[in-house]
């Protein structure tokens, strides 16, 4: 199978996410310049850092001469919830040879979600297209906050509120992810959990604590069978 066609058929795949992507990143470059950082930094971070809802976590602290620890500490809370789902492609990333430290520095939601539900179809290369997706992933964010740091050089906006747009777009793979499955137990345990560490320790501190308690929950009704192996 060619290049080219294995190439066209992750393409195909990321559509829906480029949309999505083109426009977040757009939003953060916005952010970035209203905070009063030109635009090479959005494109910089973007290929450096890319790590979606902590950039715009970012914006704040870097307003705010957050010191090292403290952002370390912040990206763990935001951050952290990759060390749970990531483990699960680690065997698939170590058969990719050079393409493996990319395959986990690229890893974001929208990746895990779309490299974990898209059927490959007899003679394509999985590989390539796995690495096709994440590239292609991570270009649409660097190319809306290029976009965007330039527009909010040229352009006056009222930022006020767009950092929205990420909540927006987990909603949305959330909802997608509910009509697919038919056993939505693991989400309403995410959901029970994150309300409850929500309630208890305040939206700063909820995202470890609910993760962990999730993850239990799942490992729990898969060793009594409440789950299939699939799950």
């Not at 729990?220 to 799950?231: C, N, T």
């Amino acid at each position: 199978m060619k290049n080219t066609t294995n190439f066209y058929f992750a393409f195909h795949q990321t559509i829906p996410v480029m949309l999505g992507y083109i426009f977040l990143g757009t939003a953060f470059g916005l952010l970035l310049n209203d905070a009063g950082y030109h635009f090479l930094w959005a494109l910089l971070i973007s290929i450096v850092v890319y790590a979606g809802s902590m950039q715009f976590v970012m914006v704040t602290l870097l307003a705010g001469g957050a010191g090292l620890i403290y952002t370390a500490l912040m990206t763990l809370f935001v951050n952290g919830r990759h060390i749970f789902y990531g483990l699960s492609l680690v065997e698939k990333f170590r058969h990719m040879g050079k393409s493996y430290p990319y395959m986990i520095f690229s890893l974001t939601d929208e990746t895990y979600s779309l490299l974990c539900r898209t059927k490959i179809p007899n003679g394509f290369n999985e590989k390539k297209i796995m690495l096709y997706i994440s590239f292609l992933h991570h270009s649409y964010w660097v190319l809306g906050s290029l976009l965007g740091g330039l527009a909010g050089q040229m352009i006056n906006f009222n930022t006020k509120g767009i950092e929205f747009s990420m909540t927006a777009l987990f909603i949305a793979i959330v909802v997608e992810q509910w009509k697919e499955k038919s056993n939505r137990l693991p989400a309403c345990a995410g959901a029970v959990s994150s309300l409850i560490f929500l309630l208890a320790l305040g939206p700063d501190r909820f995202i470890m604590p609910a993760l962990l308690l999730s993850v239990c929950a799942i490992l729990f009704m898969k060793k009594y069978r409440i789950l299939s192996e699939g799950v």
